[in-house]
């Protein structure tokens, strides 16, 4: 059964899983809810406590469900609302949460809103989108999906007018200003909640309203409507959560979190590309400066952290220079660039290199906030660039060595398994990765076992320590409720002797690291010595 913890959020580990991609068991070539179940005693044993599942609701599927053309329903490729309810009931047996998006922005042109509001100027439903005679209006609003997108405006033939949208032209913004839809999207959350869900991800949140002369991004209105949602959560539904994708710089995040009475949690994606920068440049700095310039949050919030998720490895929040120099380190080839980011892998991104996933996962397992594994990265998987747009990072989870990878036994499958070395079925899936006790899988299973049981990494203080060879060998404190860890990175490629000061609280005289449950180093005067291996890390217990 799930805790009746109300910060659950604080201090667990979530896992991001597309359901298309997981597991089929009707053998129709997609994945569906019902396959999840099936996989549920896997995701148990691996030890994540909450699922976040990509959108599930019925979509033309222009944009892989975050087209959605009716909220209150289950696209008919997963299953029913029945095969809902039960995944959610089975998820709480095992003690996992469940999350899913939820696309507060826009909507599919296919939904009969804007079918509606195309068709007749004086339908109740024209006034749920953003029209507009002249396409030059709120022009400070960048565009997002700059591969495919000229505009933010398209003209519609049958309105004759023409429509906002910040993603692709067949997803239409929503009107947040109508009154109507903001009771709408509360009738919406309703509803799920009803079902048992257990929260949100709150998709595109900075882009509800648009007001001219501002880049229509993160606007005083936006915060009121979370706002208003939150209450009505905090009301209602105690416990249950909302994570905000808010891809913005931290001053312009920090908002969202409110007094601790606007969103639960929130992304922090300008950490992410950082934890990369270190470390191809065997140096810890780039992420520093990002923390430092982080504004502290209320104690009821959380950040969410992670290496990789289903979009590109955006490249939005970093300077010009920056973004040139990812592309040229981590994207090669043309085909591995979308929009501004880097549609791949985290083990591809990686060079496969074993030391260095589970070095990234160690960073990202202990850096403060909640961290979050995207499926099918817990095994190393691989991409495949020639797919469209983001499918290439979507293909079906790995599961054993059989043809499909063990998702489906279906001849004709939705996109193929990961075939060639060093990725393929063959070696790369579950059944392998369990088997071999130094995999990343099982390196990664410890992390999450270590992080649950241990309050500082969700709960605790972040400082810097003192250290020597302090960039190239990153330490940190996480400090809680009379517990103090000492993590260390050793980013090089080389073994580090370094000498770090520790805090007054730490008293412990040979610490152990968490993870071997070994000691390391020595303490002496409040200064701890110790050898960290190439690209080794500690998890130190200090008190
Ligand atoms: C979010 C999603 C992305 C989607 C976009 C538009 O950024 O992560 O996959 O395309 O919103 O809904």
Known sequence: MISNDNFWYKNAVFYELYVRAFRDSDANGHGDLAGVVEKLDYLEDLGIN????????????KDDGYDVADYYGIHPDYGQLEDFKQLVAEAHKRGIRIITDLVLNH?????????????DRASKYRDYYVWSDDPSLYSEARIIFLDTEESNWTWDEEAGQYFWHRFFSSQPDLNYENPAVQDEMIAVIKFWLDLGIDGFRADAIPYLFEDEGTNCENLPQTHDFIKRVRKFMDDNYPGRILLSEANQWPEDVRPYF???????????????????????????????AIL???????????????????????????????????????????????????RRRLAPLLNNNAKKIALANSILFTLPGSPIVYYGDEIGMGDNIWLNDRDGVRT?????????????????????AIQEPPYGVETVNVAAASQDPDSIYHVIKRMIRVHKNNKALGWGDFAWARS?????????????????????????????????????EASMETPIDLLSELTKGSVENQRLTIEVPPLGYYWLKLL
């Open 50 to 61: 909450c699922i976040w599942l990509l959108p599930i609701f019925p979509s033309p599927l």
């Open 107 to 119: 909507t599919s042109d296919q939904h009969p809103w804007f079918q509606e509001a195309r068709k």
């Open 258 to 288: 409110g007094d601790g009475d606007e969103v639960h949690m929130a992304f922090h994606f300008p950490v992410m590309p950082r934890i990369f920068m270190a470390l191809k440049q065997e140096d810890i700095t780039p992420v520093k």
């Open 292 to 342: 430092e310039r982080t504004p502290a949050i209320p104690e009821n919030t959380q950040w969410c952290i992670f290496l990789r998720n289903h979009d590109e490895l955006t490249l939005e929040m970093v300077t010009e220079p920056e973004r040139q120099w990812m592309w040229e380190q981590y994207a090669p080839e043309d085909r591995m660039r979308l929009n501004l980011g880097i």
């Open 396 to 416: 079906p989870m790995q599961w054993d060595a059989s043809p499909n990878g063990g998702f489906s036994s279906a001849e004709s499958v939705y996109a193929h």
């Open 468 to 504: 020597t060879q302090a960039d190239k060998v990153s330490a940190y404190l996480r400090i809680y409720d009379g517990q103090v860890l000492l993590i260390l990175h050793n980013l090089t490629r080389l073994e580090q002797n370094i000498s770090v000061e520790l805090p007054p």
